[in-house]
């Protein structure tokens, strides 16, 4: 048998071989060398323990807050606990997410979808103001959701705003009318 000729023609498939050796060779020492199952360091759990009962303290401190009846008396001071942000606040205080923007400008916010746990905010009293729209030709509810909201997704509070007044087609889509004056929520 010739070598030579016999390197030539199967050279790809032997280096190949080889490789593939090698890789399957380095996995197993890899997997069987390092540890199978560390569990987590004994100083990481005090501190997801810290963060929680921080929460906690954040949301106890914050629920004191609250007059007998469960509402919270405005204006008042509200710490940050993690994960909220100011329409979940707003959600939480004024019964609406639409008063972030109160919240934002009260603590002259540079970034208002930047806050962070621990801080306090000044959340102010709001006025309950009504907004009305009047509809003109071509409106839609999408369209003054969207003008209103930022989203035409948001139709639907418009329309349960205004039950009474607003129709339905009988494909079921909403039917409003010029010169009809309608609430925004």
Not at 65 to 80: E, I, N, S
Not at 108 to 129: C, D, F, R, S, W
């Amino acid at each position: 048998m010739d070598w030579q000729s016999f390197w030539r023609s199967s050279r790809s498939t032997i280096v190949s071989a080889i490789i593939a050796l090698v890789v399957i060779v380095g996995l197993f020492v890899i997997f069987n060398a390092l540890p199978a199952g560390q569990k987590a360091k004994p100083t990481e759990v005090p501190k997801e323990e810290q963060q929680k009962e921080e929460q906690k303290a954040n949301e106890q401190k914050n629920q004191d807050q609250k007059d007998g009846a469960g509402k919270v008396t405005l204006p008042t001071k509200y710490t940050v606990v993690r994960g909220d942000n100011l329409w979940k606040i707003s959600t939480r205080l004024y019964g609406t997410g639409y008063n972030w923007v109160l919240v934002a400008r009260e603590n002259k916010l540079a970034n208002p979808n930047i806050i962070h746990a621990g801080n306090v905010l000044t959340v102010p009293k709001a006025e309950a103001q009504e907004r009305t729209y009047t509809v003109v030709k071509g409106d839609s509810l999408w369209g003054i959701a969207q003008a209103y909201y930022g989203s035409g997704y948001q139709w639907f509070k418009i329309r349960d705003a205004n039950s009474g007044k607003v129709g339905t087609l009988s494909n079921g889509r909403p039917l409003i009318t010029p010169s009809q004056v309608l609430v925004i929520p």
